[in-house]
């Protein structure tokens, strides 16, 4: 299994071990991150729909590849998931950012995908992650929304040639 280590973090390539723990931190950074971007509403139209089985499928059998961000103590700080050029999500929980975790993810993913053959990143991104990808050298495209649980949810089409 590729590990890849910064600063008291380690990457590694998630199992299906890891689902309850991503769920969690994926809801929480939905919470707290995103609530000055997002009303009320959406913020839970986004957040409550998510289950620990649902990442597990994904990785088992909807083709996805997660890499999960863990400090000492194997606690998960952050995940990337994409499927061929395309990341399903990137977060990183609200205790841990701005330590380059989610750079660090960003990294791996787009190494994985390069390594793939992969020659065009695409991806709705959130308004809140917005700045941070711009940062990365993804361009901006589309607004558009995502449809969650019959509440319109804000986002934007990015993408990046690798």
Same mark, same amino acid.
């Given at each position: 299994?590729?590990?890849?280590?910064?600063?008291?973090?380690?990457?590694?390539?998630?199992?299906i071990?890891?689902?309850?723990?991503?769920?969690?931190?994926?809801?929480?950074?939905?919470?707290?991150?995103?609530?000055?971007?997002y009303?009320?509403?959406?913020?839970?139209?986004?957040?409550?729909?998510?289950?620990?089985?649902?990442? &597990?499928?994904a990785?088992?059998? @909807?083709?996805?590849?997660?890499? !999960? +961000?863990?400090? $000492?103590?194997? /606690?998960?700080?952050?995940f990337?998931?994409?499927?061929?050029?395309?990341?399903?999500?990137?977060?990183?929980?609200?205790? &841990?950012v701005?330590?380059?975790? @989610?750079?660090?993810?960003?990294? !791996? +993913?787009?190494? $994985?995908?390069? /390594?793939?053959?992969?020659?065009?990143?695409?991806?709705?991104?959130?308004?809140?992650a917005?700045?941070?990808?711009?940062?990365?050298?993804?361009?901006?495209?589309?607004?558009?929304?995502?449809?969650?649980?019959?509440v319109?949810?804000?986002?934007?089409?990015?993408s990046?040639?690798?």
């Amino acid at each position: 299994m590729r590990r890849y280590n910064f600063t008291g973090m380690q990457i590694r390539r998630a199992t299906i071990d890891d689902a309850a723990a991503i769920c969690d931190m994926h809801v929480r950074s939905i919470r707290q991150l995103c609530s000055a971007d997002y009303t009320a509403e959406q913020i839970e139209a986004w957040a409550w729909r998510k289950r620990p089985e649902n990442y &597990s499928r994904a990785m088992s059998e @909807g083709g996805e590849t997660m890499f !999960v +961000a863990v400090d $000492e103590h194997d /606690r998960v700080a952050g995940f990337v998931a994409f499927r061929d050029g395309e990341i399903y999500g990137l977060y990183v929980a609200p205790e &841990s950012v701005r330590k380059g975790i @989610g750079t660090a993810l960003l990294e !791996v +993913a787009e190494a $994985e995908m390069r /390594r793939a053959g992969v020659t065009v990143v695409k991806f709705r991104s959130t308004t809140t992650a917005l700045p941070f990808y711009l940062r990365h050298g993804y361009c901006r495209g589309e607004d558009a929304v995502a449809h969650m649980s019959g509440v319109d949810v804000p986002c934007v089409w990015m993408s990046k040639t690798l």
